[in-house]
């Protein structure tokens, strides 16, 4: 059939996704340039989305979550994880199998009232790999499913070996060993991620992935948020393998020098916008930026020493310290924030992509979550990396051995990290003349790979040609 047949036909795509912010930003904008591309698209999230940001926004601000709501021309509906309003986080494990057995149910149905025996024709079913059962539910309705990978590929690429049994990783007889993979650098076991080492104490995670990993054959695309430039080796490196498709960066347009009024995302917690204000009286280039993301939660041990260093640079800073919700803050040494109230701010959140953007900003200390670190990449910004967990210590790998555009902070054997190790790496990256040099040339590549023409351009227009053609059925 033409191609304009089948998009009178009114193709849909139906995005599914934990409610994380950093899963659901990245489809949503991917999303949106599916949708200027004349597909329609959904977007399946749990309720507390809805509870979070939508309810009052919307006309009728009940407790009821409404069938379905529509933003920027995308489609939203709710389902239930089984948690409700306010899922207790730190029980990943419970939450993972409790998505695990109401989202196939609730996903199912949603396919069957809102797509079956109507008009629309689900042309595609996109997940990420946190839920990987949607491929499952995708199958049993025969629809094509594609997965958009939300970190780097160089994760994807040792997941896949790993979880695959390709190549040989770290054991509990053998925990030191150097891991070699085609495309990436020498890994030692501080570069893997947490998820494969031998000493991995997170149950459902690993489970999920190992999960969604063996079964990515089955999937029609595997996109990422990442440009072709960026990762190139590694990508090449699984074409043979399980070939992955760079559609990103998925960042805010602002961040691509375009409007900033255009985006899609959303956002989990109101900053403090007073910092942007307090921005513009700093000198360009000085100021340190400091935030762990969304998760991490430091002892107070550890901000003590993060504090000294910032206190003992002299140079203005802004730091996020994201509390755990319900829970009391961790508290900061005793006088800090009065003491340091002429050289930097403390706030619980703030608007990072605007923050990252400003012309003040220096350099980010960042615990190496992928959204930032691209939001980093995007801005041009130099970075400190401080990896925790999860794909954050290969990211940090990254960071200063593979794109070259900051350092990474050396922990001692306890996992602490001392102010002479933070003061050090602010040191450093402030006299690195390669990381004035790098972050601008990935910040120029970066912009060149979503304009049009460009990698990942080319690459969404693939996909969207598959799935008007027909092809993507077969
Ligand atoms: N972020 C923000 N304000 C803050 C700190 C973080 O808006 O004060 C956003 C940041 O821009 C990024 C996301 O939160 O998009 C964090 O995602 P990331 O993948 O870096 O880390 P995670 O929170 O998932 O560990």
């Not at 399946?44 to 409404?66: C, G, Q, W």
């Amino acid at each position: 059939m033409a191609s304009t047949d089948k998009t009178q036909e009114h193709l849909h795509i139906l995005m599914v996704s934990l409610s994380a912010q950093g899963h659901i930003n990245p489809l949503l904008r991917l999303g949106k340039t599916l949708l200027a591309r004349g597909l329609h698209v959904t977007l399946a999230t749990t309720e507390l989305v809805y509870h979070r940001i939508f309810k009052s926004s919307t006309a009728h601000a009940a407790d009821t979550v409404p069938t379905s709501i529509t933003t920027n021309g995308i489609q939203i509906i709710f389902f239930s994880d089984g948690f409700g309003k306010s899922p207790n986080k730190d029980t990943y494990d419970t939450y993972m199998e409790l998505i695990g057995k109401f989202g196939p149910v609730n996903v199912s149905n949603i396919i069957k009232n809102h797509f079956l025996n109507t008009s629309k024709k689900l042309a595609c079913i996109i997940n990420n790999p946190f839920v990987p059962w949607v491929a499952d539910v995708a199958a049993s309705y025969n629809i094509p499913c594609a997965c958009l990978w939300i970190q780097p590929c160089a994760l994807y690429a040792i997941y896949y070996r790993f979880y695959n049994s390709l190549n040989e990783f770290p054991t509990l007889e053998n925990p030191s060993m150097s891991v070699n993979l085609p495309g990436l650098p020498l890994l030692q076991p501080q570069d893997l991620p947490s998820f494969v080492l031998p000493s991995n104490p997170f149950g459902s995670m690993p489970k999920v992935l190992a999960e969604m990993l063996q079964h990515m054959k089955k999937l029609k695309w595997v996109l990422a948020n990442s440009f072709y430039e960026l990762e190139k080796e590694v990508i090449d490196s699984m074409g043979e393998l399980c070939p992955i498709t760079t559609v990103g960066p998925l960042v805010p347009p602002s961040l691509l020098g375009e409007d900033e009024n255009e985006d899609v995302g959303i956002e989990m917690w109101k900053p403090q916008d007073s910092c942007m204000e307090w921005l513009t009286h700093q000198p360009p280039s000085s100021v340190i930026y400091v935030s762990f993301g969304s998760l991490i939660v430091f002892t107070a041990k550890q901000l003590e020493s993060i504090a000294k260093a910032l206190k003992n640079s002299n140079k203005p800073f802004l730091w996020v310290i994201k509390n755990k919700e319900g829970e009391e803050p961790v508290p900061l040494p005793e006088g800090f924030v009065e003491e340091s109230k002429e050289q930097g701010m403390v706030v619980p959140w703030c608007p990072q992509t605007k923050v990252l953007s400003h012309p003040a900003i220096a350099c980010f200390l960042t615990h190496c979550g992928w959204n930032s670190m691209l939001e980093a990449i995007t801005t041009g910004t130099p970075m400190i990396a401080w990896p925790q967990w999860t794909d954050q210590p290969t990211n940090a790998k990254l960071i200063s051995d593979v794109f070259r555009v900051g350092v990474r902070l050396t922990p001692g054997s306890d996992g602490f990290v001392a102010t002479e190790e933070v003061e050090r790496a602010f040191e450093q990256v402030f006299a690195a003349e390669e990381l004035k040099r790098n972050p601008s040339e990935l910040k120029r590549a970066a912009r060149e790979a979503v304009a049009h023409g460009g990698s990942s351009d080319r690459n969404i227009q693939s996909f969207v040609d598959e799935i008007i053609s027909g092809k993507l059925d077969g």
